[in-house]
């Protein structure tokens, strides 16, 4: 089940900006112009069946509508300012977007993580070792509490290495102009390092 749904005020709001009367929405649904006023005015939803056609005739994407919010794809490369990573809380899913996106798992709509400094039961030990940055951690691997990935992130893409409980919190990444690394607690979130900068 989804966690929100399309409101009224954005179905209004893009009807309007497409400079579509009511009447003009409600022909191309197939449905009458009072729904369409009964959506807009938070007295009825849009059934689920009509969220495709409604989407398309607003110009916008299903998960769009359904967030209020409109992506535009303007196919940058990879950036590290722009770049987010999600976990899903119900099956452990680790989804990475290049930009602004909307991401949805088992239902939720996921917000994108946001990375504290390390703290002393979070840090991230990044050594060279050669042409690779060998990466560990000091830090529980119970089935409880653990470590979930390990990612390391530059101005052209990231690498990544999931992790598991009562596994070695350790990896090793090539050296690739890395900007960050990181490391995603179940418990308490994502930590962040740089290279050079370990405590």
């Known amino acids: 089940m989804m966690d929100r749904y399309v409101t009224g005020a954005v179905i209004r709001r893009l009807r309007e900006n497409k400079h579509m009367t009511q009447e003009k929405l409600a022909e191309k649904l197939f449905v009458s112009s009072k729904t369409i006023s009964k959506w807009e005015t938070g007295h009825g939803f849009p059934d689920i069946s009509l969220l495709e056609a ?3 005739e607003l110009d916008i994407s299903v998960i769009e509508l359904l967030s209020g919010e409109h992506i535009r794809n303007r196919n940058r490369s990879f ?14 899913n680790v989804i990475q ?20 400094p390390c703290d002393p039961e979070h840090e991230i030990r990044v050594e060279r070792v050669e042409n690779e940055y060998f990466v560990s951690a000091e830090h529980p691997m119970t089935k409880d509490h653990y470590l979930s990935f390990f990612a390391a992130v530059s101005d052209h893409g990231i690498q990544f290495e999931k992790l598991y409980p009562e596994g070695n919190p350790e ?19 994502l930590f962040r390092v740089k290279p050079g900068k370990t405590r």
Request: proline share 5%.
């Open 54 to 56: 409604l989407a398309k």
């Open 79 to 92: 950036h590290i300012g722009k770049g987010k990573l999600y976990v899903c809380p119900v099956c452990g």
């Open 97 to 116: 977007s290049s930009g602004e996106a909307v991401v949805s798992c088992c239902g939720i709509t996921l917000p994108p993580l946001e990375a504290e």
């Open 171 to 189: 990896t090793r990444f090539r050296i690739d102009r890395i900007d960050a690394v990181y490391a995603y607690c179940n418990r308490h979130g």
